[in-house]
């Protein structure tokens, strides 16, 4: 199965929830994540995917859904972090938002960048505390387009803008770690962004995933509980 989400995508809410694991199995909470995903399906979710830090502590929730009001996004939340009970004990959810797709290129032509599980994608994340949010928006983009087409291995990415915040992310995917290893050891990353970023007041960050779900993927129907489910029984 594919995730596929059009680069300026007027239509579609992005929604992120980010965990940090508080158990040492992280399969578990992929597992109990993954049963939440398809929970979401009844509240209007139209695709949703899990990314696993490859190293770092962390697991992202991303959901698409049709573009709504911000009374029925605030309605949404609630009623998302109600469903997430059995994954809260078993994670922190660190930050949740709501983002626009507004930019992005791809190797194939596509107007849309998609994802499937197993891939490799990397996310640059810059939060700034100017209030023109547009102005970074167009900085993030310049960046993104001025290397994408010098960088080898990459087949498509997406420029998105918080709606709560002044943040934009960018998601590349890639061929395969290898190559975005390369591009990693190879670059002096800060060199070259920096002249686009120095008139703003910046914080970045960097990460690596892998895709380890992807809504549609068949999830094991097993009895499964979580180690604190199981210990509430016997009490």
């Known amino acids: 199965m594919t995730f596929s989400v059009d680069f300026?995508?007027?239509?579609?809410?992005?929604?992120?929830?980010?965990?940090?694991?508080?158990?040492?199995?992280?399969?578990?909470l992929v597992h109990e994540l993954q049963h939440f995903s398809l929970l979401t399906h009844d509240l209007g979710c139209l695709q949703g995917s899990i990314f696993r830090s490859i190293h770092g502590n962390m697991i992202?929730?991303?959901?698409?859904?049709?573009?709504?009001?911000?009374?029925?996004?605030?309605?949404?939340?609630?009623?998302?972090?109600?469903?997430?009970?059995?994954?809260?004990?078993?994670?922190?959810?660190?930050?949740?938002?709501?983002?626009?797709?507004?930019?992005?290129?791809?190797r194939d032509g596509s107007l849309a960048v998609k994802f499937s599980t197993g891939d490799i994608?990397?996310?640059?994340?810059?939060?700034?505390?100017?209030?023109?949010?547009?102005?970074?928006?167009?900085?993030?983009?310049?960046?993104?387009?001025?290397?994408?087409?010098?960088?080898?291995?990459?087949?498509?990415?997406?420029?998105?803008?918080?709606?709560?915040f002044s943040r934009v992310l960018c998601i590349q995917v890639w061929q395969s770690l290898q190559f975005c290893y390369s591009w990693i050891l190879n670059s002096d990353h800060r060199k070259w962004m920096m002249p686009y970023l120095e008139r703003f007041s910046t914080e970045m960050k960097y990460d690596i995933f892998r895709?380890?779900?992807?809504?549609?993927d068949h999830v094991l129907d097993l009895p499964y509980d979580s180690p604190h489910r199981m210990l509430e029984n016997e009490d």
Not at 13 to 26: A, E, G, M, R
Not at 97 to 106: K, P
Not at 211 to 216: D, F, I, K, R
């Open 211 to 216: 895709v380890v779900y992807v809504s549609g």
């Open 121 to 164: 994608i990397s996310m640059n994340s810059v939060i700034t505390t100017s209030k023109d949010l547009n102005d970074l928006c167009y900085a993030v983009l310049a960046i993104f387009r001025s290397r994408f087409s010098k960088t080898e291995g990459i087949t498509a990415g997406i420029c998105m803008k918080c709606q709560s």
């Open 60 to 106: 992202i929730w991303c959901g698409a859904w049709q573009k709504r009001s911000s009374d029925e996004k605030d309605k949404l939340t609630a009623n998302l972090q109600s469903m997430l009970t059995n994954v809260t004990r078993m994670a922190v959810l660190v930050e949740h938002n709501f983002l626009d797709a507004y930019a992005g290129e791809s």
């Open 8 to 28: 300026n995508s007027r239509d579609l809410d992005l929604s992120f929830y980010i965990f940090k694991p508080t158990v040492v199995i992280v399969d578990h």
